[in-house]
């Protein structure tokens, strides 16, 4: 299976495009799992992701069930991204089937798809206590390349 960017939920169609623009560059599905905040044929998106866009390897799923089901990663390869996560995202060993998991751009990961999964998730450090997190597209792309880290 392919590696993943992986956007549940997600709000803003800017960050959708930028993100899209990152797995372009780095060999990366896109999945999405909705409901989205906005419509995918928004321009914004394809405005953040450029003519790129038309690049991207877009998956879309009805919800989280259905990303579970029919792209069936494999438990060890999610990595959920959260600012209360235990482990910071330079000490997780990611596989080369990786599925890095974003929420929404105002509340995080949904509760089901957290729950049962504290193990599987991972933060990105912050040095200044002025910041709790970062844009979703500029932490997506910093958690790719770490992940990558071993191949690029």
């Known amino acids: 299976m392919r590696p993943a960017i992986v956007l549940v939920q997600p709000e803003i169609a800017g960050n959708t495009g930028s993100v899209g623009r990152t797995c372009v560059a780095l060999d990366l599905d896109l999945c999405l799992v909705k ?8 321009r914004n998106v394809r405005r953040a992701g ?4 038309k690049h991207v390897r877009l998956h879309e799923y009805e919800d989280w069930e259905d990303f579970l089901i029919r792209r069936a990663p494999r438990p ?5 991204f959260e600012e209360y996560g235990t482990t910071s995202f330079y000490d997780a060993d990611y596989p080369p089937d990786f599925h890095l998991v974003f929420g929404q751009e105002t509340v995080g990961l949904p509760p089901a ?8 998730m991972v933060r990105l450090p912050m040095r200044s206590p002025h ?9 997506a792309t910093a958690a790719a390349y770490q992940a990558l880290r071993g191949v690029l």
Do not use: K
């Open 35 to 42: 409901p989205y905040g906005f419509e995918i044929t928004d």
């Open 50 to 53: 450029l003519d790129y866009w």
């Open 76 to 80: 060890e390869a999610l990595f959920l």
């Open 113 to 120: 798809v957290t729950a049962g999964r504290a193990d599987r």
């Open 131 to 139: 910041i709790r997190s970062l844009n979703l597209a500029n932490a």
